[in-house]
């Protein structure tokens, strides 16, 4: 008998939750989920928020610095970091306005609010934005540098100090002569590859947690619910209709929009044929870093795109470049915002958009590392991140998604690179 593979695991562990919670539901047990299940499912998010910040911190330290060769390459170094965030930006709020203009977690009757704790935890940050706005437009470029890097990594709303600690951190391990950087460099890696390592233990072994999680999370808003499970179920599909549609528009119009004003004779059917053997890999892998060496070799044969751009432009894109994942962040983040009952103001989105755009940089390139990615934005939105449970049973398949628009947003900005460069 063939191994099972993890994602199947996982698949199989949701729709047994989902099933395990129905059954509960009937037989009128569910407080036995809340008392016995939901604790197995504390402790996974417990791995995972403090694995989080720490894999943030050196990911972006790691990626950054590795920019170094980006003073010999001058322009076309700083045009190709320049559309992976533009297209980033456009991402994040093609998400935002999707999701607040169709609502998918409004109106599902879920009688059960955030605890009072987060409550407090969201009020205090916006009143805190709030304030401070008004005491000068700039004031958010002041609470973005940390007075106590350590205060800031012991605290998950202050994940945007910690991403401009690590971006600051890393330009100046770029200005250092490599000699004198070289242990750091390693000391990196190392700190890097533990934490990567740990993202993977628990991945490997989350089938078992994840089935806690969802029967204790579903416990707890089913009681709370006049309609019972289904109306969950029915706000959970409106919610995978409007990420798969904003991925959609990434990839189907806002790509071929940039390659049609940046780049001559374009055709949108070769360019989709020609990149379609990667967009198969990442769709059946969901990590860009296994999928970069096809990557690669089909925008080398079939665009025709020289290896000195191509070596250059797409593995900075397979670290840097996460529209996929910044869009589906921010989508989550105000649909369990919605579900739980809570309106987030406008600062409040903008900063999700922020966060998710600069924790981009910091996703590594593997299967689910978004969920990782995810608490940290939940953190500084003030959610619970114990609310994942609920997005859970659709991630591996939006995860395959959202790998897809990553690696078609890493050929297009190759593309329009090569593009420059002839000119």
């Not at 706005?133 to 540098?145: G, K």
């Not at 619970?384 to 897809?404: E, G, K, N, Q, S």
Request: aromatic share 10%.
């Amino acid at each position: 008998m063939k191994k099972i593979p993890l994602h199947v695991k996982i698949i199989i562990a949701m729709l047994l939750g989902i099933i395990w919670t129905f059954l509960s539901e009937n037989l009128g047990i569910l407080q036995f989920n809340i008392d016995w299940l939901a604790p197995f499912g504390d402790i996974f998010m417990r791995l995972l928020k403090f694995i989080a910040v720490p894999l943030v911190l050196f990911s972006i330290i790691k990626g950054v610095s590795g920019l170094s060769n980006i003073s010999e390459l001058g322009r076309m170094g700083l045009k190709t970091v320049l559309l992976y965030l533009s297209t980033t930006c456009i991402a994040v709020f093609v998400g935002l306005f999707l999701v607040n203009q169709i609502g998918p977690g409004k109106n599902l009757n879920i009688d059960l609010k955030l605890d009072q704790d987060n409550i407090d935890k969201i009020s205090s940050i916006q009143d805190n934005y709030n304030t401070k706005s008004n005491e000068s437009p700039l004031q958010f470029l002041v609470d973005m540098v940390p007075e106590n890097i350590f205060l800031s990594l012991s605290d998950n709303t202050s994940m945007l100090q910690i991403i401009f600690f690590s971006l600051f951190f890393a330009a100046m391990l770029i200005l250092i002569p490599s000699k004198k950087k070289v242990h750091i460099d390693n000391l990196i890696d190392s700190f890097y590859e533990v934490f990567l390592k740990m993202v993977d233990v628990v991945i490997r072994y989350c089938p078992i947690f994840i089935f806690a999680l969802l029967a204790g999370t579903l416990s707890k808003v089913s009681k709370g619910n006049e309609e019972g499970i289904l109306s969950i179920v029915k706000g959970l599909g409106l919610y995978v209709l409007v990420v798969i549609l904003g991925l959609m528009i990434m990839a189907l119009v806002v790509y071929p929009l940039f390659l049609k004003f940046f780049t001559k004779n374009f055709s949108y059917k070769k360019f989709f044929k020609a990149i379609a053997p990667a967009q198969i890999l990442a769709f059946s892998t969901s990590s860009s870093a296994a999928t970069l060496p096809v990557t690669m070799d089909c925008v080398r044969d079939n665009l025709k795109i020289p290896n000195k751009i191509s070596g250059f432009v797409l593995p900075i894109g397979a670290t840097v470049n996460m529209d996929g994942t910044s869009l589906y962040q921010c989508v989550a983040v105000v649909f369990l915002a919605q579900m739980l009952g809570y309106e987030l103001s406008l600062i409040t989105q903008l900063l999700i958009a922020s966060t998710a755009i600069l924790a981009s940089i910091g996703s590594a390139a593997v299967p689910s590392a978004g969920l990782f990615m995810l608490v940290v934005v939940l953190g500084v939105a003030g959610i619970d991140p114990m609310w994942i449970a609920l997005v859970l049973p659709v991630d591996r398949i939006l995860d395959m998604c959202r790998t897809v628009v990553n690696v078609t947003g890493d050929a297009t900005v190759c593309s329009v690179v090569n593009s420059f460069s002839k000119k």
